[in-house]
């Protein structure tokens, strides 16, 4: 993400333009509008901006960075942009710049915009599996002064009872059916724990300067386990402190066993949407992030998806923290009814030159290797160094922290890797992961799922990503032969991609007969695609830009992995040509099957 500066001079004057927001107290998540008019037209008007700013009264500085978002006008005399508002526990305000012969002007300034309840209203809401059978995690962030005890209230939701009542004009005959949850259990209620972080832990500039648009505190963010959950049964909770209460309808996670079939979602690479869908291909927003969350979100809806799992690059925040809060606010369109489960991305995490003392992961010595990229600003995380990622989520805490972790789900064993930590022959990690493999019950869990953040396979082709990747093959290939791993999923390339079952470059059998892991890439969970061409290997079965998402069907026979992606014209093939994205469609679907020979290599000898 960059910045944008629009003027080398920007000056102030009395606004002069009638700037209105269609709502001033308003929901956060609201559906506004934003109306401009009067502007006096010329051929430079192409450049002005709409910036967005919060708190609302913030200082106009020469350079203009201190907005958050910005819509372009693009010279439109009198328009209107949808707004989609995210709470960010103070007010907005929308500002009109013009920018003429290099001289940036505020010609007009809305009033204060007020999210009602913002700070009381538990906001980012989600679940997230512990690794134990009968538990759920809910987390979320509220903006109080000091920090409260968290509860939720849980109770278990017997029955749906279908009622009709009449619904428009009752002389014509039409009838609504509603459905209303019936419960005779008990109120169950569980205590939690209230964190936040403060500036002095972040690594580096620009993610520890305290600013509207760099640092702002993060709130209080609640953490509470809810134990003793029936197996998909389905709950009613109510989640809160003191006057500031939410409300969710989950689904408890599904027995450990082998039988039964289910959904979950993986992808990796996404980025917080921006402020006006108008925006989304015009802005530094991500591209496609509004897209693929809110059709992730329609799709959970109906209980069969149990959990979405997000490959690390999660909100690229890059310093920015409120971009962590939209995109958690957005992500909670979700997330607050299907488990949430992140991994760790290089834009979460690297620091070139990190002091292990400020390392989140807590490993003794950070990883950045002579080879790959892991030491260039670019492919960092802008001195966040992952405490926005190790402190607003909870994984499981069987590996180190949410580093790497795993977890059982249905009949699925779930592994997530850190390729942003040591994960080479020997490193803890690599010692963790031999040992989370050997001990997982395949009577159980007969499928298992690795999933990491940069690719092993991947058919566009970046000079220090394929050193990394080289590694990944060497120290990582053998093992998840020999442990029988289905499925590689990764992220980081902006793309996707499928290989043949393949070990060491070479492919091992067909995925219904394999005798190695499916590889595939999901980076295309918004952010901006990647430009380069697919190249041909061997190990290629799949590649293609566009947005999208994997969903992944597990049954005892087979696991059924389908890509849905955003259409696109046939004649178009420049991805950052296309602004006009179709409909999802369901662009790759293959059927893996299991291993069709065990223990293939013994790795312990080599
Ligand atoms: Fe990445």
Redesign the pocket.
Known sequence: MVLAVFAKRAVTVAPVLPLEVSGLRVAPLAHLTISWSAVPVDERGAEDWVGVYSPHDVPFLPDGVQYLDYIRTAGISHASAPLEIVGLGSSFSFRYHSVRNGMLTVLAESEPVILEGDGCVPAQSHLSFTGHEGELRMMWTTREPTPATPAVIARRLLQDKAVLRPFGNASSGVVAEARLALSDSKWETSLGTSHTYSVTELCGAPANITRPDLFRPPGWIKDVKIVGLVPDAKYELLYGHGDCWGRTVVQAPPKVAPDGEFAMIFYG?QGAPGISPLNDLKSHSPPGARRVIDEVARRSEDGHVKLVHVM??IAYGLGSEFRWDWWGQHVAKFAKHVPLMVGV???DYCVPGLPPAKDPSRVAEYFEPSWGNFHEWE?SSHGECGVPFARRFHMPDNGNGNFWYSYDVGSVHVIAFSTENNFTRGSPQWDWLLNDLAAVDRAKTPWIVATG??PAYQSEDYPSDTQVARHLRLDLDELWAEYRVSLVLA??YHAYTRTCPVINGVCRGTAQRPRGPVHLTV?TGGSTLDSLRCRTFHWQESCMATYGFLQLFANPQELRVQFWGLGWQEDDEDPDAREKWGAFELLDDVRVGPYQQTSLIHHRNK
Do not use: A, P, S
């Open positions: 690479d690390g690059d991305g290089n834009h492919f953040h940069r992220g980081h980076g």
